[in-house]
């Protein structure tokens, strides 16, 4: 049994912390959210997640959450860093939570505790910014005074099937030591292959390069729906049509943009870094810009809709379905939806908004509210609400014009009751 303490109690850290406690371990949990510090101690889950929900709920010996670093740092064998890794308005990675959390747990850290770096970070980050904060409190992580590792988060939100108890991990350390001793402990807790890489550096790129190849795609076929849209065909189909090849295709979908917190900032903290090094990320700088301007184009569809209608945006009633980053979640961070809003506003529409997962930010009650009060309507999120709808509320409300942004409604039904019907990629 190890005393554990997790730094960060959001999408990353909590469902850690619980895999912690189920193991029979003392776990802290140090944030600097007091409302999150409350929850947490009684239990509950400040994220809207089932898993999370429940997990909490379940636990026997709970987290003792605090905001007070000298309470849990001292007497822990580990801490794991969960804190935010954003990009600054410029697409700069913005490491400040990083950096004002190692250096509050150097202050109070122990001689031989194991620190880990969940967060993701470009190559380089440990040994230019973790490494020299113990240093100046005297630890040389080097000489394995402290166990410093990085171990890439993997966290899903909303998905059933992988979670951290069971998804495969990389780890990698300072120290070859501080490798083997992070590889032990996260064999301790999860039941799934854990690889030791042979440096910090490698771990670090790894996540990197997950969710870069992840952007790349998504960027790809964004650009194969403009095209084969022009031509008239579904690229849906066409996804559908190679992934009958059993190898070498990896199907990626189109939509109204890239949201959420990984894929839509990692690859900038790859791109910032290569160039320190004088390396341009071409490639990777025009799949972020591909999926940028999905919003963008979701917007266009609707005007090109219009057009036929003999309509302009100016004035019209828009309706969108979805705030969210994607389905089923709450997160709304870096949502796509929020950059159509600002369009469809600037352009003048009338826009309403609704989102039956995120508490905030919806401006009519239900979505019944939303199709009686909208001429025209983008789906932005596909929730499985909205991919359940009765279509037949669309006609009844006179809706004249559908822009599917997730290419999840069925567009022949919508066509048959005379809306006009577009989604990303499938006409
Ligand atoms: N998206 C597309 N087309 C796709 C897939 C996603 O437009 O084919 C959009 C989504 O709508 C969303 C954004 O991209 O706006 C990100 O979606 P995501 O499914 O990648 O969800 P995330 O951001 O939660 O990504 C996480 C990542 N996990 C970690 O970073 C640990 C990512 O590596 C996973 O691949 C992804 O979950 C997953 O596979 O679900």
Not at 47 to 67: H, Q
Not at 177 to 185: M, Q, R, T
Not at 357 to 368: E, L, R, W
Request: contains cysteine; hydrophobic residues 40%; glycine residues 8%.
């Amino acid at each position: 049994m190890k005393t554990i303490t997790i730094v960060g109690l959001g999408y990353v850290g909590l469902p850690v912390a619980c895999l912690c406690a189920e193991k029979g371990n003392k776990v802290y949990g140090l944030d600097v959210d007091k409302s999150k510090i409350e929850l947490v101690n009684k239990n509950q889950s400040p994220i809207d997640d089932e898993y999370l929900i429940s997990k909490l709920k379940n636990l026997k010996k709970g987290i003792s959450a605090t905001a007070n670093p000298a309470e849990c740092i001292p007497n822990s064998d580990v801490i794991i860093v969960c804190v935010p890794t954003p990009v600054d308005r410029n697409n700069s990675p913005d490491l400040t939570a990083l950096m004002e959390s190692v250096s509050a747990v150097s202050k109070f850290i122990r001689q031989g505790t194991l620190l880990v770096i969940e967060s993701t970070i470009y190559p380089g980050t440990i040994e230019e910014i973790a490494v020299p904060i113990l240093k100046k409190q005297k630890f040389d992580a080097y000489k394995n005074d402290i166990f410093v590792a990085h171990c890439p988060e993997r966290i899903d939100p909303g998905n059933r099937k992988w979670n951290v108890e069971n998804l495969p991990r990389v780890v990698g350390g300072v120290t070859k030591e501080a490798g083997k001793k992070a590889a032990e402990f996260y064999r301790s807790i999860i039941d799934a292959e854990v690889v030791e890489l042979s440096s910090v550096k490698a771990a670090e790129a790894t996540k990197i390069m997950e969710n870069t190849f992840r952007d790349v795609n998504i960027a790809f076929v964004n650009e194969m729906a403009q095209s084969f849209d022009r031509a008239g065909i579904d690229v849906i189909e066409v996804i559908k049509g190679a992934s009958t090849k059993p190898f070498a295709f990896m199907p990626h979908y189109p939509g109204a943009g890239v949201g959420g917190h990984c894929i839509s900032i990692d690859p900038y903290y790859l791109i910032e870094k290569a160039k320190q090094l004088g390396f341009n990320h071409r490639f990777l700088m025009l799949a972020r810009e591909i999926n940028s301007s999905m919003p963008h184009y979701t917007v266009e569809l609707l005007e090109n809709e219009m057009r036929k209608l003999k309509k302009t945006i100016k004035g019209a009633k828009v309706g969108v379905l979805g705030i969210a980053y994607k389905a089923n979640v709450d997160d709304i961070r870096e949502s796509p939806a929020f950059e159509i809003i600002n369009i469809l506003k600037t352009k003048g529409a009338d826009v309403f908004v609704f989102d039956p997962h995120v508490g905030k930010g919806s401006n009519v009650k239900d979505m019944n509210e939303l199709l009686n009060k909208s001429d025209y309507i983008i789906l932005a999120t596909d929730h499985i609400e909205f991919k359940n709808m009765d279509l037949s509320l669309l006609k009844k409300n006179r809706v004249l014009a559908v822009i599917d942004g997730r290419n999840c409604l069925d567009k022949e039904k919508i066509k048959e009751m005379g809306i006009l019907y577009h989604g990303i990629g499938r006409g």
